[in-house]
């Protein structure tokens, strides 16, 4: 029973992970279409050094540097350029080998220079990580703890690796880019499964587009709008129109056929 109880705990803070890393990481800090109340961006900061794994700024320089040069050459993690499997298996390499590179952390986070509490402790998401672990297996004892942190950690790499590597390969699009849409990723990742749609409009504060496209994190955002904790910054609803060239849904399956589905009518 307690290790049941361990892998619903992983899960959950798999899932809790995936939301700070699309509202605040992706959202908040990487193109800037919300401002959080400098209360709820400490929690942020320390969800983040507890739960992701990854320091704010590199993972905001990567990411920028991603849609600078997407699936072209320079682009830190396409499935296009690397292979398909590539990026499902090893999307944690490629992030490190370009999170490593002073350049892009200088070119695409100048914005986020790390002050005195990043400087002592949230660049080390490691220890963040042991933080945790540590806590787990304090609070559900050795076995449990360390199993919920395992499910946690693979489910929140598989999850990533999906955006960056199904999230590019399978699934419709709405919009001319090299990404794609899949709704059942949106629904286990916060909304980051509508990536067509993020390409389309990088700084929209909301992911989902069309009629029939749940983007779980938006309601949240709403919600700690109205408690004050939240400002959107940027148009949620309003702008997908000056990117509404909509091509014709295309669903490309796993097998690699295409079938072409009716043109998207608005
Ligand atoms: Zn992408
Ligand atoms: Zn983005």
């Known amino acids: 029973m307690e290790y049941i109880v361990a892998v619903i705990v992983g899960l959950g803070l798999s899932q809790l992970a995936g939301l700070i890393t699309t509202v605040y990481l992706h959202r908040v800090l990487a193109h800037k279409a919300i401002r ?7 929690l942020m900061r320390i969800g ?24 072209v050459e320079g ?18 390499y490629y992030y490190k080998r ?25 660049r080390y ?17 050795l076995g449990p703890g360390l199993v919920a942190l395992t499910v946690h950690t693979v489910v929140y790499i598989i999850l990533n690796a999906a955006i960056n590597g199904a999230g590019h390969t399978f699934g419709y699009k709405s919009f001319e880019n090299d990404a794609t849409n899949l709704k059942l990723l949106a629904l286990v990742t916060f909304g980051e499964g509508l990536h067509n749609n993020h390409h389309a409009r990088p ?7 069309f009629r029939g496209e749940l983007d779980p994190a938006w309601p949240f955002i709403r919600f700690l709008e109205k408690l004050g904790l939240a400002k959107v910054l940027t148009k949620a609803d ?10 014709p849904t295309t669903t490309v399956s796993p097998l690699g056929t295409s079938s072409l589905k009716a043109v998207a009518k608005d």
């Open 238 to 247: 309003q702008g997908w129109e000056n990117h509404r060239r909509r091509i």
């Open 75 to 92: 682009d830190p993690h396409s499935p296009h350029i690397e292979g398909y499997w590539q990026i499902m298996i090893a999307n944690v």
């Open 98 to 122: 370009e999170a490593r590179n002073d350049n892009t952390l200088e070119k695409y986070a100048a914005d986020l220079p790390h002050d005195r509490l990043d400087k002592f402790l949230f």
């Open 48 to 71: 983040t050094w507890m739960f992701t794994i990854v320091s704010p700024r590199e993972w905001v320089a990567v990411h920028r540097k991603h849609h600078n040069f997407s699936d």
């Open 125 to 141: 998401p490691e220890l963040g990580f042991v933080f945790t672990g540590a806590l787990l297996v304090l609070l559900m004892g």
């Open 203 to 209: 700084a929209s504060p909301k992911l989902s587009a």
């Open 36 to 42: 959080l109340h400098p209360a709820l961006i400490m």
